[in-house]
């Protein structure tokens, strides 16, 4: 017998309906449970919805959207995979307008860096991850008066 290495289809229950997805957070008040069937929206800091879910067994759409506005429509086998297609599908990631909005809003707090990820090429450097979507690099300049902080980090300095 052959086994495989894949990961099971998730189901579309409550439990696996994480508190945070890519850019929003669930709104637990939208979450509504029908048969084989659950539907749910998660929102962005300011209440606007940053995704809707319809999700059935083996299939799941989610639909981006950025004020108001639809972005992307994806599907996948489960919430996981529609996420990654959605992100998946940009050319570019870094073009992606609730991206460029987040980066804007946490530079306008000052002194803060960005890593823009680059596109997502096979073989090629990316970031993807799960629940959160894109992940970046925040560097913050380290002043004389927070460096006894950041000393306790040299223990986790490796050798390359």
Same mark, same amino acid.
């Given at each position: 017998?052959? #086994?495989?290495?894949? /990961?099971?289809?998730?189901?579309? #229950?409550?439990?696996?309906m ?7 957070? *669930?709104?637990?008040?939208?979450? /509504?449970?029908d ?9 962005c800091? =300011? ?7 319809? @999700? ?5 759409? *989610? +639909?981006?959207?950025? +004020? ?9 086998? =489960?919430?996981?995979?529609? $996420?990654?297609q959605?992100? *998946?599908? *940009? ?8 991206f460029? =909005? ?12 960005f ?6 090429l ?5 970031y ?10 925040? /560097? $913050?300049?380290?002043? @004389?008066e927070?460096?006894?902080?950041w =000393?306790?980090?040299?223990i986790l #300095?490796m050798?390359?």
């Amino acid at each position: 017998m052959v #086994t495989s290495n894949s /990961r099971p289809i998730e189901q579309p #229950t409550v439990q696996n309906m994480p508190p945070y997805l890519g850019f929003g957070t *669930l709104d637990p008040e939208s979450v /509504r449970p029908d048969g084989g069937r659950l539907t749910a929206r998660y929102q962005c800091a =300011d209440g606007a919805t940053a995704y809707s879910v319809d @999700w059935r067994s083996g299939r799941c759409l *989610l +639909e981006a959207q950025f +004020e108001g506005e639809p972005i992307s429509i994806s599907g996948g086998r =489960d919430l996981q995979h529609a $996420l990654f297609q959605s992100f *998946l599908g *940009l050319a570019e990631p870094a073009e992606d307008p609730r991206f460029v =909005d987040l980066c804007r809003r946490v530079v306008d707090s000052g002194n803060i860096y960005f890593q823009f990820p680059r596109p997502f090429l096979r073989g090629g450097p990316g970031y993807l991850y799960y629940p959160a979507g894109l992940l970046f690099s925040l /560097r $913050l300049p380290i002043v @004389w008066e927070n460096r006894p902080a950041w =000393d306790v980090f040299h223990i986790l #300095t490796m050798k390359r």
